[in-house]
């Protein structure tokens, strides 16, 4: 799955043996997802290969952590996050779904740039899930564009950013756009603190934390 300079990108389609993907990603190549809403560039968290070429296709650099999906709480244990946190439990609630949430790690990533936290959601995305589940690992799942410039929101769009590079993507169509999904995070004397609003209905964000409210105040 290696590319040429300048070559057209794999492209693979729903159904086909996952395989050759997870061999791109053990290597440190770069899989383009669809999301919810656009297509993000998918590679493991825990390779600096990956991280680097996801840093150079956006033209971007080291320090703003990348964003991971994962198929499941449960398979987010194996980048470092505790499944006892207490607040595990309340995100359940509001997944799968376009809500990320950060959470501490037990030990820093390559994705994160050396930082202690991680932004994570399990995505509102059936057959995005079954494929991580396949693959085995979490991926990350920033915006497939270059830095400042609009997502992705076909396979062609996607595939003529990431051509030249060790790259497959997977081709879902035209995708719906619209908001990314609802950033959150969990400071102290707080339920929760929304970092970034997105697709993830308020309402529901606020039931879903509404104990924990009124325990605070």
């Known amino acids: 799955m290696s590319g040429a300079q300048g070559a057209p990108p794999v492209r693979w389609r729903w159904g086909e043996p996952v395989a050759p993907l997870a061999r791109l990603l053990r290597r440190g190549g770069l899989l383009v997802i669809p999301t919810e809403s656009s297509y993000g560039l998918a590679v493991d968290p825990r390779s600096a290969a990956g991280v680097a070429a996801v840093l150079r296709v956006k033209g971007q650099r080291a320090g703003r952590p990348l964003p991971v999906v994962a198929a499941s709480p449960e398979q987010l244990a194996e980048l470092g996050i505790d499944l006892d946190l207490p607040i595990l439990a309340r995100l359940r609630r509001c997944w799968p779904g376009p809500l990320t949430a950060v959470l501490p790690l037990r030990r820093p990533l390559p994705a994160t740039f050396g930082g202690a936290t991680l932004a994570v959601r399990i995505p509102g995305h059936p057959r995005l899930r079954r494929l991580l589940a396949g693959l085995g690992t979490p991926l990350t799942a920033t915006s497939a564009n270059r830095s400042g410039g609009a997502p992705a929101l076909t396979a062609e769009e996607a595939g003529a950013l990431v051509a030249g590079e060790d790259a497959a993507v997977?081709?879902?169509?035209?995708?719906?756009?619209?908001?990314?999904?609802?950033?959150?995070?969990?400071?102290?004397?707080?339920?929760?603190?929304?970092?970034?609003?997105?697709?993830?209905?308020?309402?529901?964000?606020?039931?879903?934390?509404?104990?924990?409210?009124?325990?605070?105040s």
Not at 179 to 207: D, K, N
């Open 170 to 216: 997977v081709d879902d169509g035209r995708l719906a756009g619209g908001p990314p999904s609802t950033l959150i995070a969990f400071p102290v004397g707080a339920a929760y603190e929304v970092l970034r609003p997105g697709s993830f209905p308020p309402r529901l964000l606020a039931a879903a934390f509404a104990d924990e409210e009124r325990e605070r």
